[in-house]
């Protein structure tokens, strides 16, 4: 066998063992082509996010020839594992694979591995960006943008909104993020004077979702009404069939069973009905190009961008969009409002006029006429001076849109801005949330603010302090008053607070004690409506009044007793031995309901002077499937209990919460199937034995099989804090599985919210009579710190050969950093001789256009020749790969078999 040393050209097969074969041409020189050309980049946080709209993009694949690619900032190493015992990179690796399986379904070729951590589930955003980096990670997205070249960016949703994953936020936040600073020559100029790329203004940028209603079936994106009327939200059908006779909801669901570590082997099929086939929708948060609102066919988003417009509509590559100074205005106020066009690279827009759209009795001066032709990719604006009247309603968001008419053709834009009163009070936001709200000011985005609910909450039958946020967004000085407005069952200091004078742009506050008063109320997500119990506040001055709306949510509260005389942990609450009052974990949270024989749990809780005791009984059906001891992680994939502890009550994330999950049985008959237990998602992860040293742990398991106890022990010593007696956060959630699969079916609690095992706020509350805790500082937070690599994946090694954008979307070495030559075959495997002009790491590679049979490692210095061998067993290699990485740049290579 040899091989030449130089690339022929040739077909790489990236899709994998069992999907559709996506091939890439590769390039006829011995070096990568940057020549790749994508039409819409989807910018995730792991493997499967993107599984959601493989139907859309699967659909505009076979349309219109759309290219989609995928950029992915971990590879979920941190994730569960339902088929094997990989964990961290070597899982990475395998979830990589299941993510070019599944996008290859729908003709996605093209996914870039930015090799950040993936390191628990946490709702924290700021969490995600202090361990991912946010320059760094923000430059790898940007560097993708402008080698790929997508005229649509999608993410995900940037907000904390209950539940949603704090690295999906944050990728979603660089996502938008890049789409600005892509195509600004002011942001990360080493790109363009070091790297040779140019400046990208990507058309549009939209998030996945619409917060609204719609019906399923044909005309779902029709139907759909958003709740802020202002949102443009646009949808695609899945039940458009395919080529292949099936249709696209079919094909994502076949797309989503590659999913297999994620248990998703078993997702249920699409519905054959169409009437129940459901859109796939997408919120437009910029454009840069025109759009129309009222287009509802599945290539509304493609308009203006990747096709052309519809027939009378403006050239392909025209600009339009509006900026203003401002986005809260108030009554009688006026904003300034420019209007941006830019003429198509290849041709000139002649007899331009804009027109501005505005809502009923709004006025505007200034004039619409551009001077003569706009030049082709030349820029001209107009500027316009809106006022709002002085009677307009507040607490709204308004579109002021825009109409370009040109020899051309004829396009419209908009852009939302908000009425608020000249003095607006507002709920004082959770840390989290408080961040989101100066991101989306700072970023441009200010209108996403209108996806955050504001709620605070309140522990049963107890008090907190209430502050309402003011701003005066008027023009003259105001004082006034603020009401707060509360539901049966609670109570203020006093209804209504003064403010003192607040001078134009002034910010200022007023806080109230508010009070649980009847401890009756339902808590968690029984209470109130999905757990919300509305308030109102109104605020007063001069100019008028408003009134805006937010939630309170109550927490369950207990009191944690002294464990009675003669306790011990053998997995039985013996009388008295906890005083307490029972528990009731039997909330879903999460999943299918249950019945009280499927599954249902109670609970009790006792302090030592040295320890934390719990006890919990659970009821059950149907025993999960039993991992092995050495499987003993990632609690949530069958039958299991997960005891949270916030030692202060004021956690902002889990990185300084204490997690036990806890096994009740595991497949080890030699020993008895003793129960197992662990630390996830917290301060300290690992095996119990090692990162809660002295916690002791009994479990019992009913023959023939009805259910469970456990009895913990857990020492104050391994808490990431001392306890205030007066406020501990904790919280107990019984996972139950009724398969053979490690995937859960339903979560049950005690305090109990979408996502709750990520949201210390929402942990339920106990107070310790007696208890004086140890004086101590926190321990500081433990966190993964080993991801996958790009240069350890032949996949991607293989993609950037072809591509040419570097592995892990870092700067690209030039082409002659490497040289590969004199290959030969010899016993064993393949003989290769490197050369290299500076010194670095080779990764190489035997590779069959699948899987890696063999690879080898080795230390390059500048030009200096080496010759070693790369190990082959198993098969017959196609083509030999090679990753070289020196100095943070890297490149990579692929020479085919002769």
Known sequence: MRIKAFLLPTALALALSGAPATALAAPAADRPADTVDLDVLFVSAHPDDEAGSLATLGQWKERYGVKAGVVTITRGEGGGNAVGLEEGPPLGIIREREERTAIGRAGVENLYNLDRVDFWYTASAPLSERIWGHDGTLAQIVRVIRQTRPEIVMTMNPSPTPGNHGNHQQAARFAAEAFHAAADPAAFPEQLSKEGLKPFRAAKFLRTGGTGTSAAGPSCASSFVPTVPTDQVFGVWEGTPSSTGRTWAEIEVEARRDYVTQGWAGTAAAPTDPAKIRCDFYTLVDSRVPYDPADVSPEAILRGSVLPAAPGGLPRGTELYLTTDRFDLAPGETVEVTAHVRAPQDRA????????????????????????????????????????????GSNQQQLVGATLTTGQGAGRTDRAVRVVADVRGTLEPLPEVGIFRDWVGTSGYPQLDTLIKPVLTIGSGQRRTVRVDLRNHGESAQRGQVTLGLPAGFAADTATKSYPELAPGATGAVTFTVTNTDATLPTANEGGTDGDYGITITTTSAAGSTVETGALEIVPTSVVPHAGPGHAVDGVAAPGEYPGEELDLSRIWEGEPTTAQDASATGRIAWTEDALKVFVQVTDDVLGKKVVPQDCKRQRRTDSVEIIVDPKGNSADTSTVFKAGIFPVTDDPANGDPPCWQR??????????????????????TTPYTGYTIEASIPFAVLPDAVDPARMGFNVLVYDSDTQDLTSQSRLGWSTFTGVRADPYRYGLVTLPGYTPAARQPSTPVFPDTAARSVHSPQTIAQSAVDGVAPAAVPGLPAGALRLGDARSVPGGVSVTLRADRSGTAYLYGWDGDVALGDRTVDLTAGRAVTVVVPVAGGTPTSLLAAFEAGGSALARQLPLA
């Open 349 to 392: 827009l002649t007899s331009p006029r804009l027109a501005l759209r505005l809502p009923a009795g709004w006025t505007a001066t200034g004039s619409g006429t551009l001077r003569g032709a706009v030049p082709p990719g030349q820029e001209r604006a107009a500027t316009f001076t809106v006022t709002v009247p002085a009677d307009a």
């Open 680 to 701: 996830d998602a917290d301060n300290r992860q690992g095996p119990g034995a090692t990162t809660a040293p002295g916690m002791t742990v009994v479990s019992k398991v």
